[in-house]
C-alpha cells in the first residue's frame, strides 16, 4: 500500500542547515582539535542572550510561578514594551492592541500568509532572498513572484518593479535590512513602496528583523507609511535570542483577530519563559550596543581583506551582519566553493543556492556575527588560500 504525502512533503531543504549539520561533524571529529570550525554560515549571534535577560529568566525560575499559558497574542505588559519601542525608536505611536507576541519571526510568516491572503494569491519579492519565504508560500498554496535583483537596484524591489507586474500581484513582501546580502531601503524608497501597495491594494508584509544593525543608513519601519502593512521583527538578531524562539508582528486593524485566531490554534502562545525574557531585553541596550560595535568591526574588516582573499564583489552590506560575495570569477559554482571552504579550510559559509536558485551558483554568504576573533581567523585563513599556489591536475 501506498500512504499519501501532503504539499508539505515537496517543502525544498533550507540549505544552511546542512551546512550546518557538515560543520557539526566536522567539529566533532577526531581531528577537530587540530583546526576548528570557523562559523560563518548562520546568523546566529556568537554571545546568546545578554546578561540581564538571564538574570531574569533566573529570578522567573526561583518563584512559585506556574509559568502557564498566557494570551495568544502575548503578555500584556510585552506587548505594551514592544509599543513603547516603536515610540523610542521610530517616533511612531502604536496601540499595544496592534502588537502579536509569535514564536520567534518565523511563526509570524505563516500567520501572515494565511491571515492575509489565499491559496492561488500572488507575493511579489525581490531575489535573493531568504528561502523559508518562498518555501512557506509554497506549503500554503501560495504563488511567489520572484522579481530578481541585482547591486544596480540594492538588491532590493523597486515600485517600477511592482508597477510592470500584469496582473498586479496580491501581496509584496520586501526585507530591509535583507538575508543575505545586507542592502536596505532608503527611507523615501521604503515609504514609496509602502505608500504605492496601500494605495494598490496590494497587502504589504515587511520584515524588519535585522533593525537595531544597520551601519550608516538609518532604519524605518513600514508600518510608519502604510497602515495596512504588516511588520514582522524578532529578538533573535540585534537581541541576540535565537533560541528562545520569540518574536513579534505589527498587524492593520484588520487583521488582528485572525491573528489571534491563529495563534490559538497553532501555538496556543509564544513560550511564557521567552516571553519574560523579551521583557527583560529591552532593558540590555548597552550590551547590545557594544555587541552591535563588534559586529562593525568584524565588518569593516572583511570589506577591507575580502577583496584581496579572492572576494572582490561584495554586496552593499548596509545592515543585518552578511555579506553577499559574487564568486563568478572563481571558476566554482557555490556549493563546490563552500564545500572546499569547509573541508579545506575549516570555515563554514551558505551557498548562494539556498537564496537564489538561478544565481545562487554565483554567490556565497559570509555572515560576520561570530566573535571578532573568529573573523579575523577566517581572515587570516582565506588570504593563506588566496596565496596558496595553484593545483595542478596530477596533485
Known sequence: MVLKTGSGALVPP?????????????AASPAASHRRVIR????QPGEGAPAGVRHAVAAAMATTNPLGYTESLGRADLRARIAQHYSEWYGLALPAARIAVTAGASAGFPLA??????PGDRIALATPCYPPYLNIMTALGIQPLLLPATAETGFQPTTAMLAALDPPPDGLLIASPANPTGSMLSPDDLAALARYCHANGIRLISDEIYHGLTYGKPAVTAAAFSPSAIVINSFSKYFAMTGWRIGWMVLPEDLIRPVECLAQNFFICAPHISQIAALAAFDCHAELQSRRAGYASSRALLLETLPNAGFPHLSPADGAFYLYADISTTNQNSTDLCRSLLNDHHIAAT???????????????????????DIREAVARLQIRANAPARSAHD
Open 14 to 26: 533550507f540549505l544552511v542547515m546542512d551546512v550546518i549539520a557538515a560543520a557539526n561533524a566536522i
Open 40 to 43: 560563518m554560515e548562520v546568523g
Open 351 to 373: 551557498p548562494g543556492y539556498d537564496f537564489d536558485t538561478s544565481r545562487g551558483g554565483n554567490f556565497v554568504r559570509f555572515s560576520y556575527c561570530a566573535a571578532e576573533a
Open 113 to 118: 500568509f494565511l491571515a492575509a491572503f489565499e
